[in-house]
Structures are given as C-alpha cells and as structure tokens.
C-alpha cells in the first residue's frame, strides 16, 4: 500500500514539474468517427491513439486479414502548415519497404531470362571496383556484399541526399572505400546494394528506374497508388515529413531520387501495400519458385528484401522504413492472411512497436515487441531538457534503460519503443529529438495531463533554472 502510494506521489511530483504547452491540436487529429470501444476496430483504435495524441505519431494505420480490412484509421496532420489532415488513402514515403519491390523486379528480371541471381554485378555494371568483383545480384539482395551503407556517410543527409543526380554517383562515393568483410561471408544491412541495383534495372530495361518498377511490377499488381517519391514531381494527397528539432516541429529535409533509388524512393498507400501482400503471395506477380526465393531465409533472419522470422509463434514477413520524416512498416503473417501496415509521416512514430502491439491484439497473444537500444545510444540521450520556464527533467542510462527524474524524488524507468521513443510502467512516453549525426536536442514527453516538450540545455544552464533543486535531478 505504501510503495503504491509513493509511487503515485512521485508521478504527480513529475507531472507537475513537466508544464509547458500542451501539444499542438491537429496531434489529436483522427480520420473519421472513432469505432466503438468493444469491437477489435475499437480495441485497436484505443491502441494506437495515444501515440498520436502525445504528437509522437502521425499516420496511417490498416489491419486486414484475408481480404477483410478489420482496422483503419489515419491520425494526426498530413501538412501541418495549413492543418491538411492524413486519412487512410494519405500517400507516404515507405523508406525501405521500397527493397521489396526492388528484389521483386529483379526476381521479375530472372524469370525472362535478362540475369541470374548469381551473376556477378560488374556483369551488369562495367566499371565497378576490382574488390567488388566476386559480388552477386543475390549478395546485393540479402546484404550480404559487404558494401558499407552510403547513408552512414557524413555529408549524406546534408550533400548526397540532396545533390546526387544517378544512382552510380552515390554508390561511386565508396569505389575507395574497403569493403567491410570478404563478399558472401557474412552479413551487414546496407543501402547501397539497393541503390545499386535500381541502377542495374535502369541499364538492363533501358528505362528510368520508376518506369521499369512500374511495368515489372506495380502494374502487374494493381498497385495504382505507389509509385516515385520524387519531392519536385506534384504527388497527389502525399503527407509532408517532419522531424523534431529542440521541442519544435521543422519540415524534413527533402531526399533527391537518385539518394534513395531502390533502396527507399516509394510512396505508397495502406491499402496497395495491403494488395501487394495479397498480390506477391499468390503468384500474381511472380512464379511460385520466385516468391519462394524471396521469402526464404538466407541464414541472417534476412530473405530478399524481406525479413523472415516468426512473431508469437506465427511466420512473420517484415520489413521497417525509416527516411527524413518518415516512418513505416509492414508486417506480413502469410499463413493467417493477416497484414499490419503503419505509415507516419514524422521521426518519432515507433512503427514496429504500434504494428507488433496490434498484431497480439489481433492474434489474442501478450504483447512482445522486443526492442533493444545500444548503451551507447542511451548514453547520447542522457542529459537535462527544459520543459518548462523553471521545469528540467533530466535522462540518465541505468544499465540497459534511461531512467527520468524530475525535481523531487520522482524517477521513472523508461523502456525502449523504438530507437528513440520509451515508455514508463504507468504509461508515460518520451520521445528524443534527434539529429542525423545521433545527436538528441529535444524532448517530447506524454503525461497524464498532456504533452509537453522542451529543448536540451547544458548542466549549468539547468542548474540556474533548478536552483536549489538541482541536486534532486540527475543519477542518485
């Protein structure tokens, strides 16, 4: 009784420290009138409306099984400046759900003869790296090449992602790199495969990358929704990214074609990434044998361009996407005939985690998310946010969690949602503002009495505005 109390007080202590405006109206914004509570739709609705009253997410949500859609909602603002909301038919950027349809056409490539997965890539490209030369089409696939990821680069979200003009100018940019193993001996993801595969499409087909995914693929699957993200072509009903820079919403920088040809340059729809599942799973779009290469696991829980595993004792297809203001993923149960996707359109939506929460509500199982963060992640976030004209709430790593406090006793073990969202036991949410270099400069965080967010400031800084009370913050 007395530990429950305290811990009650502590909250409250928190809550009351953490005062700053609330989160601004349109986070609250959801397409449609809500289900009722006691059906699945409902259930589901109460799932995820959390996120995106506390602003962490904006997007789209869908859950269908065999053909039936039993959920879909769309939440939060799809252009902020003029508070356009998204609805379910909101086009976003699918980051790297795009890989899928990448290794589809090329699997597409295969069956008419055009290349073989063991072809060299050199094959197909002339003038690639001598060490690159005992790379596969099918190591490009399942990340197997030893390729270092190009947007890992320094100057790739500030240079690259914004200046490159083909695909082979961004891949060039580590032709003097080493490769980061021997080719086919082990596994790291990379970009660059893909973007070097969008480049091997155009030469083989003779066709722009968007035009030849489009007739290898798309087409065949109905898909009328999904297509180029290019940000200077006009995109009807496409959501605006954002990202989250020292407590305020800015505008995502915008990525040019050639930066994420291949590896993450769609934009799509709940409902075609739904008819993509239905599409590739029954043959529609390629060969019985075809399907069965790309879902087959390599050795890596990786397949082409699809992560192969199980979730709650089901066989799980999946795969994550993350891009400036952007967050996606799709989750694929092929022997129940269930799809999950979660599109957003900010940084801070944990898409996998609001797609596997939905997946054991669907299912009847306890929920198991299993995200981890790097300590040296955790130790980037620690530090003092303000939240207020006199309120600090400061992060610290604890072993393998970040723990908050604010100026009283409170603390609060926070576990990790995605790679920059965490949640307490009695529910609050914190999110970090991050910069591309890892860099945390903000803090959105959900508490019973609303949103509230803040910028990082320096110890000294935080020491002025907690005075007296500045000993209470931090580790004990």
Known sequence: MYETRRRIVQFALLGALLSIHSASAEAEAVAGEAPPPGDLAGRADALVRPYARAGIFSGAVIVARDGAVLFRRAYGAAQREWSVPNTPETRFRIASLTKQFTAAAILKLQEAGRLGLADPAAHHMPGLPATWAPI??????????????????????????????????????????????????AQEYSNTGYILLAAIIERITGAPFADALRSLVLAPAGLAETGDADPDTVVQQRAAGYHRVAGQWRNAPPVVPAAALGAGGLVSTLDDLVAWDAALLSGRVLRPASVAEMVRDGGHGYGL?????????????????????????????????????????????????????????????????????????LDRYAGFYRTGPRAVVSLAREGERLVARGAGPARLVLAPESDRVFVAEDGTRVALDIEPDGRATGLLLDLAGGARSGPRIDPAKARRIGNRRLARLGPR
């Open 136 to 185: 596969t089409l099918r190591m490009l696939l399942d990340h197997t090449a030893g390729l270092p990821n190009v947007t890992a680069l320094p100057d790739f979200p500030t240079t690259i992602a914004r200046a490159a003009r083909t695909p082979m100018e961004v891949v060039g940019r580590l032709f003097r790199e080493a490769l980061l193993f021997p080719a086919g001996t």
């Open 305 to 377: 361009g699809l992560y192969v595993g199980q979730a709650y004792g089901e066989r799980l297809l999946s795969h994550g996407g993350f891009l400036n203001g952007f967050s996606a993923i799709k989750d694929t149960y092929p022997d129940l005939g269930l799809s999950i996707v979660v599109l957003g359109n900010t940084e801070t939506g944990p898409a996998q985690t609001l797609s596997r929460r939905l997946g054991a509500l669907v299912l009847g199982r306890p929920e198991a998310t299993e995200i981890a963060v790097p300590a040296a992640v």
